[in-house]
């Protein structure tokens, strides 16, 4: 899992950041949205750029509410917004993944009627996705979208955290 150390730390370097707490149910999954969509459109950013933005977000928050919890758990939405890039940190406290690559792989679920799409969606609309977990102690999906297509190019202050 990621420390609450190093998540804070980015607060340090970031232009602006974002940090909510909601309860894992799917009435919330909009919130998280539009939520994130506001914070980030504080950029001059494109249409589709933010649109991808949303759906990533959608998807993990929707992994959260599906997977993490047997019961109602809370999510923790954290957002970083940089010079090139906007960062994004959606993790749950719930019964984390036992086999993370397993997981990852299109059209696995471990839920009956789910598509097992969510990871395949992550990966597609934002350019790096990282998954931390520990059973029994929750995930992060760390998700990172460059802006302006500044595509390639790296924040050498994040590298060094």
Not at 115 to 138: A, N, R, T
């Amino acid at each position: 899992m990621l420390s609450e150390e190093m998540l804070e730390s980015r607060q340090k370097i970031a232009l602006n950041y974002l940090l909510m707490e909601i309860p894992a149910l799917k009435e919330n999954v909009g919130l998280a949205r539009v939520s994130v969509a506001a914070f980030i459109g504080q950029r001059d950013i494109t249409l589709s750029d933010l649109e991808e933005i949303k759906q990533a977000v959608s998807e993990a928050v929707t992994n959260c509410v599906v997977h993490a919890y047997q019961d109602r758990g809370i999510v923790t939405i954290r957002g970083w917004l940089y010079e090139d890039s906007f960062e994004l940190a959606i993790t749950d406290s719930g019964k984390g993944i036992e086999d993370i690559d397993l997981a990852r792989e299109v059209s696995y679920s471990t839920v009956e009627g789910h598509m097992g799409l969510g990871f395949l969606f992550m990966e597609s609309f934002m350019d790096s996705v990282e998954v931390f977990s520990v059973v029994g102690q929750g995930t992060t999906v760390l998700m990172r979208k460059y802006l302006h297509g500044s595509g390639e190019i790296a924040n050498q202050e994040l590298e060094e955290i």
